[in-house]
């Protein structure tokens, strides 16, 4: 699934080509009975039309085009990419739902692609109503590594699990927490209540380097079109590779698996403790 770094740099790559200022004409969207969109929807795109993106925000996974009186929220889900189309340019496979967006000096398409139908774009009435339940942004400026510690010193849940709620902190997903966790050799069923303080703000810092590392790799290595490769990670954005057989790269041994709440979490037995 698409975690901070891919969504922030979709985000760049949708500014960078022109969105922001331009006014939604047309919208089409796929001929299919909204209960075979899997889990996702997309009902909330023709509210777009007639309305101007003055901005493009994110917060955490969640991607926001903010428009006249309204706002326009993106989720990836676990397949979902954005393409900015060619004139003339057919629409790709699995395209789910189409933009016609001009101004007064020129056009362009943009497609919603989702091979497994799990993304949503939703209309909201304002920023604050498209962010609701999210926690503070991962890289956030404004977020310290003391918010962080406030946030999770004395709680008694794992570690892992806290990572990937949302609500506490936003932008961090299963493969980060991963290679977040690996770094200051925390194991992620460790509870919160027996680590640190220091630990925990070493823990702040490993999640800022995993995540600003892997958004600089993605924006460094494009498609041939310039696109953010958005799906998968991985490739070197990861110094831990989250697949059977791949062994930690400090002791060398394989890497042990434990799900907590359907999500596996990759770590190495002898160095995360």
Known sequence: MPELPEVESLRRYLVRN????????????????????????IAGSKQAINQTISSIER??????MVLDDSVLGFHMGMTGQVHVLDPGEPS????????????????????????RRWA?????????????????????????????????EGRTAQIKPLLLNQTVVAGI???????SLHRVEISPARRVSDISKAELEKLFEAIRTSLEH???????????????????????????HRKPGSFCPRCEIPL?????????????????T
């Open 173 to 179: 997903g299963n493969i980060y927490a991963d290679e």
């Open 92 to 115: 790709p496979r699995f395209t789910r739902a189409q933009f016609d967006l001009t101004d007064d000096h020129d056009s362009l398409r943009i497609a919603l692609v989702d091979p």
């Open 59 to 64: 917060r955490g996974k969640q991607l926001a």
């Open 214 to 240: 892997a958004l600089e790799y993605i924006l460094s290595h494009p498609d041939d079109r310039g696109r953010p490769y958005i799906v998968d990670a991985y490739d070197d954005r990861m110094q831990l």
């Open 18 to 41: 022109g969105i922001v200022g331009k006014t939604f004409v047309k919208v089409e969207l796929e001929n299919k009975p909204e209960s075979a969109h899997g889990t996702g929807t």
């Open 120 to 152: 949503r774009i939703q209309h909201f009435g304002s920023l604050d109503h498209a962010f609701a339940g999210l926690g503070p942004d991962a890289l956030d400026s404004a977020f310290t590594a003391s918010h962080f510690v406030e946030l999770l």
């Open 256 to 272: 042990v698996t434990l799900k907590f709440g359907g999500r596996t979490a990759y770590f190495c037995s002898n160095c995360q």
